[in-house]
């Protein structure tokens, strides 16, 4: 007891990393699906995987954090919604080569643990994990005094995904004269956030309650809307279409991850008019006098997942997106790249 009394007089408290345990155990079981052999609190976790109906499976594994969104969690002391970030940066990356998400794994570390913070914290990660239909099967809350600020706290994620080999996407079949759909985003996702934060909090001095007219909601509401999980339309879409290649629209915008796809041949070409841009990246555009320019590289500016899909199958998708709650339009068509191009271009 000495030793332990010691070491929580250095600012770990072992006894609190127990009960967190004890109280997270129920919300990350709702998480399980018949594939999970083992509980929460071991040395890992366990997933029998089920390959009977795949010629030659493939492991499909990312991972990912929030980046400064949390700052914007910690301004707001808002913490129920900043897990489902965590799950969609992973998972939204792993479904973009066709693969379905199985299980997903976080890192937690803080300061000093906060019981209330870190269920809030563990809330939305089983949130995102339900979203993505994927199993939490493990992770790490680490305290670590004199590491972090007081009240601050950072985070990664962790998931692993499974394609049959010939069934993943990775934009080879991409020809001139296929269809390229954009799936809206529910805002700004998790990117970005160090620019937001300088107009919105440094610039404007606004406050996470204040009320942003051009949203119809605050300024925390707004900034900490979580980003949206693309798994069950895009695996819904994948058994009744082909689709040719896919990209999720993080930090770069369109020119970065877009072109990751495209074979050196072709060219997408984005008409920026075929949708509307939210209201909260016209307000920062304005607010922060950044140009259109920048705002595509930086921002989503409305779309988070973008799909290259045959013309034959164009207005079928469109029609059984919206038949499942998602708005999606066409934003531009894949055309023939000459040597002097860029990969993606934005008209």
């Not at 600012?11 to 399980?32: C, H, M, W, Y």
Request: some cysteine; charged content about 20%.
């Amino acid at each position: 007891m000495a030793d332990e009394s010691r070491y929580r007089e250095a600012g770990v408290d072992l006894e609190k990393a127990n009960t967190l345990v004890s109280r997270i155990r129920p919300l990350v079981q709702t998480t399980f699906h018949g594939n999970v052999i083992t509980d929460i609190g071991g040395f890992g976790g366990l997933y029998s995987v089920d390959c009977t109906q795949m010629k030659n499976p493939v492991l499909v594994s990312s991972t990912d954090g929030v980046g400064t969104k949390l700052k914007v969690a910690f301004w707001a002391d808002k913490h129920d919604t900043v897990g489902i970030d965590l799950v969609a940066m992973c998972v939204n990356d792993i479904v973009v080569q066709g693969a379905r998400p199985l299980f997903f794994l976080d890192y937690l570390a803080m300061g000093s643990i906060d019981l209330d913070r870190v269920e809030a914290i563990i809330r939305g990660i089983v949130t995102g994990c339900k979203q993505a239909n994927c199993s939490l099967i493990g992770g790490e809350t680490a305290e670590m005094p004199g590491f972090y600020s007081e009240n601050e706290y950072d985070m990664a994620g962790f998931a692993v995904g499974l394609v049959d080999n010939t069934d993943i996407i990775d934009g080879s079949t991409i020809r001139a004269g296929q269809q390229v759909v954009g799936l809206a985003s529910s805002g700004l996702h998790s990117n970005g956030y160090s620019l937001v934060r300088r107009i919105v909090m440094d610039e404007l001095g606004l406050k996470p309650d204040s009320y942003l007219e051009e949203c119809g909601r605050t300024v925390a509401e707004e900034l900490l809307e979580p980003t949206r999980i693309y798994v069950d339309p895009v695996l819904r879409l994948l058994r009744q279409f082909q689709v040719k290649g896919m990209a999720h629209i993080t930090g770069g915008g369109f020119a970065d991850n877009v072109s990751r796809i495209l074979p050196k041949q072709c060219q997408a070409v984005i008409d920026r008019s075929a949708w509307e841009m939210p209201p909260v990246f016209r307000f920062l555009q304005e607010a922060g006098k950044v140009s259109q320019e920048e705002m595509y590289r930086v921002f989503n500016c409305g779309i988070g997942y973008v799909m290259v899909v045959g013309a034959e199958d164009l207005e079928d998708i469109l029609g059984r997106l919206a038949g499942m709650g998602y708005a999606a339009f066409r934003i531009g068509e894949i055309v023939a790249r000459q040597p002097e191009d860029l990969p993606v271009r934005l008209i």
